[in-house]
């Protein structure tokens, strides 16, 4: 629900807005309600994306009360009340790419259209609102002189026609590639905080490239290639290997939408140019920031090459994603360093150190057997790749199928092997690993002094990041009208850097002790182990891949983890308890 807009004397637009105040005219058939704890999600989750500086719209308040609406969070048939909640959130505009969608022609396939097909009158209007209102700088360095004006002067918006005309077209294609070039900026800034969206589709896109709708979201525990944060994901559309992709994908559908305002231009070009060139820069200077390195050093042209075997080795050895970055700063540039590919002794010491610390604080065996075993039984696998060839239902699944069959063989390697003999693999791979990086280092000794380096890994690494766990802990509290720890939580999330040593870094008492009262549980974050045995059954089989997004573990991983994780959450940059196994995030708001 809108409330309405403010320009301020610099000519920057705000648009403030309360989500969960009821039914408006565009509810359709839902209540328009949202509830205490996807309210107190999204109202966190925006405050830390922004103070990791990471592209986001705003939260002002969350205001709660007494009135209650059912939500079946896992649609298992077991709805509860819950506590109704608005939050005011705030952004120069919340126009998305699935606004420009609503003048889709009927789609031959689902035989669905969007609610004005083909009013292109509207669409160029929107288009130049866009343009005019948020790209003004764009549009006034490349607009042709003399265009008539796109809306009348007592409008406020001073600006020309550019949509849907040949004089136009080429301005409104260079706002379209700054939109992608936003867009891969922003998917970049996830990647490098670890922080999985959950649905990316068109309508969770910003037109201005930021981090919007806050649902089933996740910052990652132990990085995994595919960890999905949103239970209903079952495909596995938006895990964090895919993210780009997805974002990608959806700014293709941009390009579809605003085609018929960009007459005689080729867009589907600027996805490659504009797109994938930003992503790539981005994401490769976020890793340099990450690893402390720069671009001009000696071994710069590997860089990119170096971080993505780091992500292979946490995702092999089940390291955890923050806390491994924050390790790595303590491999300093070396004092003495040898030739070629062999190590001093003051590097290998060095290599050695920080191999063990954080081989100390990787996933157990069993948290890490629990995480990658497939979802479909080996011998179902194996009968289903025999028929699918012959069956044109099947034969759609083949690549899914074959992906199975793969987890099954590094799954059973994984199996195979004695717990003493994966924690030497795990600290063999994570030797190699720092020895190539020890090697690089050498090129930044002649670039930059060991504490310049590590104070920009220290702003590039953040110490406490919204773990699921910690949002739970402040949740369930709240629930039970203590925002103490919401507040204490937001304080802490809003210094993700520990530059304010007068900032909290335990979880307040009041937290603790509803850890110990077994009362961590409910919303959409929810513990299933009191489920009876078949609806338990059914939640794991619909969850499908969410077993991976729980981040640590799941329930069956509960009790033999038990002896590795603490039992109760007292630090916000510890270890992730036992009891954040029985996590599960779902869309339900």
């Not at 130049?128 to 009348?152: E, M, R, W």
Request: negative net charge.
């Amino acid at each position: 629900m809108t409330l309405g807009e403010v320009v301020n004397d610099a000519g920057e637009r705000y648009e403030l807005q309360l989500k969960g105040a009821g039914k408006t005219p565009y509810s359709r058939t839902a209540d328009g309600r949202k509830v205490l704890r996807s309210s107190l999600r999204e109202f966190l989750c925006s405050e830390a994306m922004h103070s990791l500086g990471v592209p986001t719209t705003r939260a002002g308040s969350v205001v709660t009360s007494d009135s209650t609406i059912v939500r079946d969070v896992f649609y298992t048939g077991r709805p509860e009340a819950e506590q109704c909640s608005v939050i005011t959130r705030m952004a120069p505009t919340f126009l998305r790419f699935g606004s420009f969608e609503i003048f889709k022609a009927k789609d031959p396939t689902t035989g669905r259209a969007g609610p004005s097909p083909g009013n292109l009158d509207l669409l160029n209007r929107m288009v130049d609102y866009t343009c005019n209102a948020f790209f003004k700088d764009i549009v006034d360095s490349h607009a042709p002189k003399g265009l008539p004006l796109a809306f009348p002067e007592e409008d406020g918006l001073p600006g020309p026609k550019l949509a849907g005309t040949e004089a136009g077209a080429t301005t409104v294609f260079e706002v379209y590639k700054e939109v992608l070039r936003r867009t891969a900026r922003m998917v970049a800034k996830w990647q490098m905080v670890g922080w999985c969206h959950g649905v990316l589709n068109t309508d969770n896109m910003s037109i201005l490239g930021l981090t919007l709708d806050y649902g089933p979201f996740a910052f990652m525990d132990r990085f995994d290639w595919d960890f999905i944060c949103n239970t209903s994901d079952d495909s596995g559309r938006y895990t964090y290997r895919r993210q780009p992709e997805m974002c990608r994908w959806n700014c293709k559908q941009l390009g579809v939408a605003w085609s018929p305002a960009m007459p005689g231009v080729e867009w589907e070009a600027a996805l490659e140019t504009a797109f994938d060139d930003e992503f790539a820069l981005a994401h490769l200077e976020g890793a340099r920031a990450k690893l402390g390195l720069s671009a001009d050093a000696d071994g710069a042209s590997g860089d990119a090459e170096l971080f993505e075997s780091l992500l292979d080795t946490m995702a092999a050895t089940g390291a955890d994603f923050t806390r491994t970055f924050r390790t790595l700063m303590d491999l300093g540039l070396p004092a003495e360093a040898a030739v070629g590919d062999d190590l001093s002794e003051a590097e290998a010491a060095a290599v050695e150190r920080v191999a063990a610390a954080l081989s100390a604080s990787l996933a157990s065996r069993e948290d890490l057997l629990t995480a990658i075993r497939p979802r479909i039984e080996e011998e179902r696998v194996n009968m289903l790749l025999q028929l699918a060839p012959m069956d044109s239902r099947l034969r759609p699944h083949i690549p899914l199928l074959e992906k199975e069959a793969e987890a099954w063989v590094s799954y059973n390697r994984e199996t195979s092997l004695s717990p003493e003999a994966k924690a030497a693999e795990n600290k063999e791979r994570w030797l190699a690993w720092l020895r190539r990086f020890a090697i690089r280092l050498r090129g930044e000794a002649k670039a930059a002094a060991q504490s310049d380096r590590v104070e920009s890994m220290r702003l590039a690494n953040p110490k406490f990041v919204l773990r699921n766990y910690l949002c739970q802990v402040a949740i369930r509290a709240a629930e039970d009208g203590d925002f103490s720890e919401a507040r204490r939580l937001l304080a802490r999330v809003q210094d993700p850097f520990d530059l304010d040593k007068a900032i909290p870094s335990t979880i307040g008492d009041a937290g603790v002790e509803l850890q110990k009262s077994g009362k961590v549980r409910g919303g959409n974050l929810v513990d299933m182990s009191d489920a009876p045995p078949a609806e338990a059954k059914s939640a794991s089989a619909a969850a499908g891949a969410a077993a991976k997004g729980a981040g640590s573990c799941n329930v069956a991983a509960a009790a033999s983890d038990a002896a590795m994780a603490p039992a109760f959450a007292t630090s916000y940059d510890g270890m992730p308890p036992k009891w954040a196994c029985k996590l599960r995030v779902s869309c339900s708001s």
